[in-house]
């Protein structure tokens, strides 16, 4: 199995290309790779360095991921390449998300063989998570239509920092996942993470419209994403835009990464999230990490 040619990007003239998967659009120069790490340009044609290199692979509970409403009590099998297109400084894997693929070991596994392991530990689905999965959405996508003709479920754990296009490719594949809004400012989504909002708003709807099942996570960080407005502000968008059915989890910080100089976020703090969640209306709200 060797690399794969990606499929959502354009050949520049003077030997470079742009990168279509996700917002950032990266222009890679001969050689270079783009922000995540994962996608290289080798003279004129990108390849994703990651096709088939599992840098985690587990099986884990469902509620781990966290989905709380969709078939709780199973496990699936959850698995990872290296890689991100956000630079979270807060990072809770940065050492397998924030690395070249050439950094860390690995397993090679083709697409039929995700899906016969999957089949081997009697696991109902497939988690793409811990990194962020959308940065090899080429592999996502092959796996995830065997796993649909297995009779597997697809369950997808990210950022949601992708361009509308080729996340149609993989909607219909799609049965749940849980998208980590990480705050609900721009300014914020930019000093911490180096992205932009709105693209995950998008990605949030475009789940919705299709019917995946949707959950959301916010992770609270004190003194950065904490204020309590902003959190009203996210909540009254999820209850406008007919997500008051999915669950949110608000998400307790402990120091890590480029922040570990904070403090771990206080339960109370949490607890007046959960409060002007449920006030705003929405009917699920749960506490993680505490």
Known sequence: M????????????????ECQLCPHHCHIGNSKTGICRSRRNHDGVLISEVYGKLCSLAIDP??????????????????????????????????????????????????????????KH??????????????????IIDIAKLAHEAGLWNIL???????????????????AANIDLKSFSDDIYRKVSGGHLQPVLNTILAMRDA?????????????????????QEMCQWLKENNLADAPLHFSRFFPRYKMSQLSPTPVQTLKAAKQIAEEAGIRYVYLGNV
């Open 62 to 119: 469902v509620e781990k991921k966290p989905l709380y409403h969709f078939h709780p009590g199973t496990a699936c099998l959850s698995l990872a390449c290296t890689g991100c297109n956000f630079r979270c400084l807060n990072c809770q894997n940065h050492e397998i998300s924030q690395v070249a693929p050439a950094e860390v070991d690995y397993y090679k596994l083709s697409p039929e063989e995700v899906v016969s392991l999957c089949k």
């Open 2 to 17: 060797g690399p794969c040619e990606c499929r959502y990007y354009l050949r520049l003239d003077d030997g470079s290309v």
């Open 211 to 231: 019917g995946v099942w949707v959950e959301i996570t916010n992770l609270v960080i004190p003194g950065i994403n904490d204020d309590m407005k902003m959190i």
């Open 157 to 175: 754990v990210s950022a949601g920092y992708v361009c509308q296009d080729p996340l149609k490719d993989l909607l219909p594949y799609l049965d």
């Open 122 to 139: 009697h696991c109902p689905g497939i988690a793409y998570t811990y990194t962020e999965p959308l940065t090899y959405l080429e592999y």
